[in-house]
Each structure stands twice: as C-alpha cells, then as structure tokens.
C-alpha cells in the first residue's frame, strides 16, 4: 500500500523566508512527520523576496500552464520545485506575477496592498489543490498553517467534496497568531459564489466586512480537526475551538519546543488516519 500521506499549506516555510516560528514550524513539523515514515509533500507562495537561484528552485513544466479562475478573471499558475536538505523533503512553490511578485523588501502579511488578499487566498489555494490533483497523489492527511491556506477547508469540503483525490482526507486547520491588515475586500463572499460556493456555505460569516477572526472560523467550521500550535491565539479563536466539537489540540506549554511540539501533533495525526 505505501506510506501513508500527509499535505502541508503552509504560508511560510524556513530557510525560502527568513526565521520566524511560523516558517520554522512549516519545515520543521513537516519534516518530523517525514521522519515519522509518512510521505509528505508541502507547499507555499513563491513570494517575491525568495531567490530562486540561491534556492535552487525550478519550473515544473507539466504542473504548470493552467488558469486559475478568480472573479472572473484568468489568472496562469506557475509551479515551481525545491528540494529541503538534508531531508531531501520536496516543497512546490505557487507562483503568479498578480499576487505574489510584490517589493522584495515585503512579506505577504506586510503586502502594500491588502485590498488582493482575499484573491492571494484563492489562487494560491485552488493552485495547491489542482496541482495536488495533477500529481495524482492522494493524500490522508491534509495540514493547513497560515491565513493564506483558510480556504482549503471550505475548497475541500464543498468543490472538491467527492473528487478522489481528497474524499477521504482528514483536514487540519493550524491556529496562528500572524494576522492580516484590516479587513478582505467587500466583494469576499460573492467572489467565493463565482468559485462554485454557495451562500447557504458562507453563513458563518454574516453581513459584516470578513477580518482575521472570521476567516479563521470560516477555515475551523470546515475542518475535520485543529491544532493550536502558538500561545498568542486571540481568546475567542480558541473559545470557537473548543465548542466546534471536533478534536482539537491546544497548545501545551510543556511542548513550546519545536522539537517536541513537532513530535506531539505527529501523534495527534496518528489518532486521525490510524
């Protein structure tokens, strides 16, 4: 049958960003649970400040040359390559001139222009999952880190729903702290809507303009399980946790390590596809 499979969506992963607990957690963890003997694919934004050539990174010409439709509009997805060492982990980069080629000198949570990031969060994810889908690789598993990944719970769970590839994944969603400017673009919703979701899905988030709060309850409601992996978590993102009635694994301070955390949620995975 073979190892067992497990997606990460992380929004930043170390050494392609520089250090901070997110990207370390996005190599680390994924790392572990490779380690774990599971077979692990991750992926990422390219965002405009990583090098491609320092990090060897390389067009994958067979995954790339789709459109992602968003509002709309054609947007070319481009799909690019790199090998973690010493792991020899593969990580796929989502790459587009529209949402991710900003200012060298920004990250995506310090993009000049906050109005894209309801799009960045489209595209990025319908990339990952059509990319996933042209692999053919079916995985058991999938781990969400990061706003930028809050939609593939909803994605999975409503236009992905009874595609092969992902009708029987576990999917987790990964609470963090990293916030986003002010609140996503007016238009959120009915640009969802476009992308075959329908409004009955969107409930949750009412009538009021969706902020960092609401997106991670719209990504928890959709989601088989989460995970708390920082002590910052705003309050009421926990509180919403605790009463979905799913597992959820809360940050144990005992295990602020990355080392040791990374080896607890591996074991919290097991309890999930085992």
């Known amino acids: 049958m073979g190892k067992t499979k497990i997606l990460f969506i992380s929004q930043e ?3 392609y960003l520089p250090d901070s607990p997110m990207a370390i957690l996005g190599r680390d963890l994924a790392q572990t649970t490779q380690d774990s003997g599971y077979e ?29 439709i968003i509002d709309d509009a054609d947007h070319p997805l481009i799909i690019k390559v790199a090998t973690l060492q010493p792991s020899r982990m593969q990580v796929y980069f989502i790459d587009n001139d529209d949402y991710f080629h900003f200012s060298p000198d920004k990250r995506l949570e310090t993009v000049s222009s906050p109005e894209d990031n309801d799009e960045r969060q489209m595209f990025f994810v319908r990339g990952v999952i059509e990319t996933v889908k042209k692999l053919r690789w079916d995985p058991a598993l999938i781990f969400c880190t990061g706003w930028i990944s809050a939609l593939a719970p909803l994605y999975l769970k409503r236009i992905y729903q009874d595609d092969p590839s992902f ?16 609140t996503l673009d007016p238009r959120f919703a009915e640009k969802l809507k476009l992308n075959q979701i329908a409004a009955e899905d ?8 969706v902020d960092f709060v609401a997106l991670n309850k719209l990504a928890m409601e959709y989601s088989d399980a989460i995970v708390q992996t920082s002590p910052d978590v705003k309050p009421e993102l926990v509180e919403f946790a605790r009463n979905s009635g799913k597992p959820f694994h809360e940050y144990d301070p005992s295990k602020e390590d990355i ?16």
């Open 13 to 15: 992963i170390a050494p």
């Open 40 to 68: 692990v694919r991750t992926f990422m934004p390219k965002y405009g400040s990583i090098n491609e050539r320092r990090n060897q990174l390389h067009e994958v010409i067979r995954l790339s040359g789709m459109n992602v």
């Open 167 to 182: 009708a029987n994944a576990k999917i987790i969603y990964d609470l963090r702290p990293e916030n986003f400017e002010d």
């Open 202 to 209: 969107l409930t949750l988030l009412g009538d009021a303009p």
């Open 259 to 274: 080392a040791s955390m990374s080896a607890d949620i591996v074991d919290f995975f097991k309890t999930l596809i085992d």
